[in-house]
């Protein structure tokens, strides 16, 4: 705080009063000085509280280094274990034995006892309690070691500042010092079942996380569209699609052209049905990896003219053959795959 304000008398009351013996003072001149008198004297009354305490003593940490003189911090420099043959100023600091001691008159130090008995040194502290004494060796030690203070103190830090700075509730620190996490929950009233689950309960309520499931929460909904894995990845299929993947709208391939046809994994129907007639060889698929059936029509109508033979793949047969006729005019056969993958059967 600033220094209080001086008071400035602003008008003669005298000169005035002189002038004017049977009139009464100018109440607007008194009101003007009163208000400068009370401002100095409440800044005064202020500053006064800076440094008193109530009960007339120095208000406590209002006296620093600086408001010392020389005379009087100066014994205070770095202290360091006293030892002989040794030139000490006045003003140095050393501590013997329990006590700190300020060198009075510069000297060479010779026996401590002696030096303190010719008045070189003067007692500053003594830490000695009875039987038990604090070791200024110990203390100087600390103090002249930074590594120990880097040890023993926590480095400072802007968010430890910050915490530093909180003033907890009552609520906050009995939640800190609550014995355990079941005495936590008691006070921040969380039920078991009505705030949050338990680990068995929650076991019981939630599915546990999976991949799949992963993949198919992205999905949009779509009305009528079905979850179909494609080619390992999950996606949303359209009733046409599935339709089509599970061969519930067959798929059919007709030959129109000539030479030999060679089937194909989609194909549940094949119709033999060429421009120019002419024989014809159907070469199935595999029956190894074939999971439903082929149907093979002489849609044309000229099978008894122009034989459609059905080859098996590599050694695989037909009922036993290595291959099977159709030689009747819009005749047809039913194909289905052997279980084992040996060929097929009618």
């Known amino acids: 705080m600033a220094a209080p304000t001086p008071y400035v008398r602003a008008y003669s009351f005298q000169a005035y009063q002189t002038a004017n013996p049977s009139r009464p003072l ?52 770095q202290p360091a274990a006293w030892v002989t043959t040794t030139a000490y100023l006045a003003d ?28 070189k040194w003067g007692l500053l502290i003594d830490l000695s ?3 038990t004494a604090i070791s200024w060796g110990d203390i100087g030690g600390v103090v002249a070691d930074q590594a120990d203070l ?9 968010d430890l500042t910050t915490w530093a700075g909180l003033t907890p509730s009552a609520n906050a620190q009995s939640l800190v010092t609550a014995a355990n996490y079941a005495a936590m929950r008691a006070l921040l009233d969380l039920e078991a079942g009505t ?5 068995t309960a929650a076991d019981t309520a939630f599915q546990p996380k999976d991949s799949d499931l992963t993949a198919i929460a992205t999905l949009t909904a779509t009305t009528d569209n079905f979850i179909q894995s494609k080619s390992s990845a999950w996606a949303s299929r359209t009733p046409a699609q599935v339709m089509v993947d599970l ?28 421009s120019s007639g002419a024989a014809t060889t159907v070469d199935l698929v595999t ?43 819009y005749a047809s056969v039913v194909l289905w795959p052997k279980s084992d993958g040996s060929g097929w059967y009618i």
Not at 150 to 158: L, Y
Request: hydrophobic share 40%.
């Open 150 to 158: 880097v040890a023993a103190f926590q480095a400072k830090d802007a």
């Open 129 to 131: 309690f009875g039987a």
């Open 195 to 199: 705030d949050f689950y338990s680990i």
């Open 287 to 329: 029956a190894v990896s074939r999971t439903r059936p082929v149907k093979i029509v002489d849609l044309k109508g000229d099978a008894a003219t122009n034989n459609i033979t059905i080859d098996g793949n590599l050694a695989e047969t037909i009922v036993g053959l290595s291959t099977y006729v159709l030689k009747n005019n």
């Open 247 to 274: 061969h519930i709208t067959p798929t059919i391939a007709e030959k129109t052209s000539a030479g030999s046809y060679t089937m194909l994994d989609a194909d549940d129907h094949i119709l033999v049905n060429k």
């Open 92 to 119: 140095d600091s050393v501590y013997s034995g329990s006590s700190l001691y300020r060198c009075i008159t510069a000297h060479t130090s010779g026996t401590f006892a002696t030096d303190l008995a010719a008045g």
């Open 26 to 77: 100018p109440a607007d001149k008194l009101e003007t000085e009163m208000s400068a008198i009370s401002l100095t004297t409440d800044e005064i009354i202020a500053n006064l509280g800076l440094i008193q305490r109530s009960d007339g003593a120095l208000a406590n940490g209002s006296v620093g280094y600086d408001q010392l003189d020389e005379a009087l911090y100066a014994g205070f420099r």
